[in-house]
């Protein structure tokens, strides 16, 4: 089992910055690709960035390209999403997940979720 505790949401203003965190316990991230979805009220569940399992491969949301950052930290169990020039749209609660086969978009490969936090921008 890998437990995920994401860290670092809050509100801010629009044009200005977050970075997430994603602390794990349980099992070394080492072996997991990691990613970061987003659910605004009412819509579903997004996908924004993944990472794999030696940092090497990102894939990110054209929403989000060039504006927010995935990394990791395998050494302290650790995933992180930088995020920068935030928009009222990025508003959601994020979440991170664990993923023991490969990077992926789809929710559904992702076998180990945490309990979100809450991200909002204001305009």
């Known amino acids: 089992q890998v437990q995920l505790v994401e860290s670092g949401g809050g509100l801010v203003q629009a044009g200005g910055s977050l970075r997430l965190s994603c602390a794990a316990s349980?099992?070394?991230?080492?072996?997991?690709?990691m990613g970061w979805f987003r659910q605004a009220p009412g819509k579903e569940r997004d996908f924004v960035a993944a990472i794999a399992t030696t940092g090497g491969t990102t894939s990110y949301a054209d929403s989000v390209k060039g504006r927010f950052t995935i990394s990791r930290d395998n050494a302290n169990n650790a995933v992180y999403l930088q995020m920068s020039s935030l928009k009222p749209e990025d508003t959601a609660l994020y979440y991170c997940?664990?993923?023991?086969?490969?990077?992926?978009?789809?929710?559904?490969?992702?076998?180990?979720w945490g309990q979100g936090t809450q991200v909002t921008v204001s305009s």
């Open positions: 349980g099992r070394s991230l080492s072996r997991y690709a």
């Open positions: 997940a664990a993923n023991l086969l490969v990077i992926s978009r789809t929710p559904e490969n992702y076998d180990y």
